[in-house]
C-alpha cells in the first residue's frame, strides 16, 4: 500500500506516525485502533533509533543510516514492515517499548541478518468492512 524511507533521526518520526494513522483511517480502523497503530509504528520506530548500530571499531563512523517503513494488506491483516541497522542483540525484549509494542497490535515477528533488523506489525483488520474501502478512498485522494 505504502513504502517510506525515512532519515534514521527522532525528528522523522513524525511522518511514520502521520503514516499510520492515514493507513488506518483508510482501512477503516476505528479511531482507538488508529490510535493504537501510530503509538505501535512509533514506539517500533524507536527500537531502531535507541539501539546504535554495530559499528567496526577499526572503521570510521558511518553515517546516519536510514529506516524504511512499508504497510501491506493481507488477506484479513494489515502488515507494518520496518527495516534498519540493527545491533547484534536487537531487539531489546524486555523493556517497557517492548511491552508496549505487544500490547498494542496483533503480533510482533522479528528477524535480524546480516547486521539489518525486520519488525513487522500485524494487526487483524476490522471485520465487516467492505474489502475496497481503502483503494476507493486512495482513488479519491489522488483525484484531488
Do not use: N
Not at 511514520?16 to 477503516?28: C, E, P, Q, W
Not at 577499526?58 to 502488515?79: C, F, I, K, Q, V
Not at 515477528?109 to 494487526?123: H, I, S
Amino acid at each position: 500500500m505504502v513504502s517510506l524511507t525515512l532519515v534514521a533521526d527522532k525528528d522523522y518520526l513524525a511522518l511514520a506516525r502521520t503514516s499510520a494513522m492515514h493507513v488506518g483511517a483508510l482501512l477503516a480502523f476505528p479511531l482507538a485502533r488508529v490510535c493504537d497503530l501510530r503509538l505501535a509504528v512509533d514506539e517500533a520506530c524507536l527500537s531502531f533509533l535507541d539501539t546504535p548500530a554495530y559499528q567496526d571499531p577499526d572503521l570510521p563512523p558511518a553515517p546516519s543510516g536510514t529506516l524504511g517503513l512499508a504497510y501491506y494488506r493481507h488477506d484479513a491483516e494489515l502488515h507494518v514492515v520496518l527495516r534498519g541497522s540493527v545491533p547484534a542483540d536487537w531487539p531489546e525484549r524486555h523493556g517497557v517499548g517492548w511491552a508496549l509494542l505487544e500490547a498494542l497490535v496483533g503480533e510482533v515477528r522479528t528477524e535480524v541478518r546480516d547486521g539489518v533488523g525486520v519488525l513487522t506489525l500485524v494487526e487483524p483488520l476490522p471485520t465487516g468492512r467492505r474489502r475496497d474501502v481503502g483503494e476507493a478512498a486512495m482513488r479519491r485522494a489522488v483525484d484531488e
